[in-house]
């Protein structure tokens, strides 16, 4: 049986990770620290004997001592509220985690993927954007501490394949969605859905006229486990070029889940990206893969995990009202 490490495995993209690998009968180790990720995400097969969860910070050093065959390096804040709140953390982690990560299948000469992002692209000059673009970001502003730690992750892991013989992998992940998601995760489709379904206002940045293009995660699954089995070492899209305004992506999700919401706007952020499209031929050419989620049918697989989510949330708190009503009655 092959063995695999994933970290940030209890995350959005790390758990569905950790079920697509234990459906192919690998043993899965599962670190994370879960600063954003949940035990949640992972408790359907936390029990199963293949599955091992290891809370550990990866910015300290880790030692397995057991045979890796493959590493998957997810470890990180994705989203802008919390990349924004933790700033320091997320650089630590773009650059002593990656270290520890290369460190570690350099230990056991295995091959490792690691996780950047679209963000190296920051407010892109170039559309639609291929991985030869070397992006237009800003290193100094709010969103600075996310892309550039994904761009010296990308750098280090390059610095080991060239100077180590390290058999690495890199993708550059583009807006995705699904399952997993938290309710309070900050980026657009869970904060639309989680607002159409408890009758609050949606919040659309500017004038929502901003593009974005959103990929159903067991696309990107699918993608990932493509790349791991390549011989490609330079970087790869991934993501569904279908590219929307945020205004339209709002709407959508309001017609979905039959909401009678209001839109309403607000002030755009800072270094807000104005439009994000990839070109994914190069995961085409190399990998055969293309996205076969159109976003409506992504979304109609996302919103009943969003409607769970909500109803239990809502029972969780009526239990903890009730809760204290009693404490103070006795």
């Not at 209001?262 to 499209?277: A, L, N, Q």
Request: with cysteine; hydrophobic share 35%; aromatic share 8%.
């Amino acid at each position: 049986m092959k063995r695999i490490l994933i970290t940030g495995g209890a995350g959005f993209i790390g758990s569905h990770l950790c079920h697509h690998y234990l459906e192919k009968d690998y043993e899965v180790l599962c670190l994370d620290n879960l600063s954003t990720g949940s035990f949640d995400n992972i408790s359907a097969f936390s029990n199963l004997p293949s599955f091992k969860f290891i809370e550990h910070d990866l910015t300290k050093p880790f030692k397995f001592n057991d045979k890796l065959d493959a590493i998957l390096h997810f470890a990180s804040p994705a989203s802008p509220v919390d990349y924004q709140e933790k700033p320091i953390p997320t650089l630590k982690v773009g650059a002593l985690g990656t270290h520890n990560a290369l460190g570690l299948a350099r230990a056991h000469q295995c091959k490792i993927l690691l996780a950047s992002t679209s963000e190296v692209y920051g407010d892109p000059q170039v559309h639609p954007q291929p991985e030869t673009y070397w992006g237009h970001v800003n290193p100094i502003g709010p969103r600075g501490c996310y892309d550039e730690a994904k761009r010296f992750l990308e750098a280090l892991t390059m610095a080991y394949h060239r100077t180590h013989g390290l058999d690495t992998r890199i993708i550059r992940i583009f807006n995705t969605y699904g399952p997993n998601m938290r309710i309070q995760d900050g980026r657009a489709i869970p904060t639309f859905i989680s607002q159409a379904l408890s009758g609050k206002s949606l919040t659309v940045h500017g004038q929502g006229d901003q593009t974005r293009s959103f990929c159903y995660i067991d696309d990107l699954v699918n993608g990932i486990s493509r790349v791991l089995e390549s011989n490609y070492h330079l970087p790869i899209n991934l993501g569904n070029p279908q590219e929307l305004s945020v205004l339209d992506c709002a709407k959508l999700i309001m017609n979905l889940t039959q909401s009678h919401s209001k839109i309403v706007f607000e002030e755009r952020p800072i270094d807000d990206p104005h439009t994000r499209r990839p070109d994914i031929n190069l995961a085409q050419k190399l990998l055969n893969w293309n996205p076969q989620f159109s976003l409506q049918q992504g979304l109609e697989k996302t919103i009943p995990y969003f409607k769970k989510k909500l109803i239990n949330s809502s029972s969780e708190n009526e239990k903890s009202l009730s809760g204290t009503k009693e404490s103070i009655t006795f």
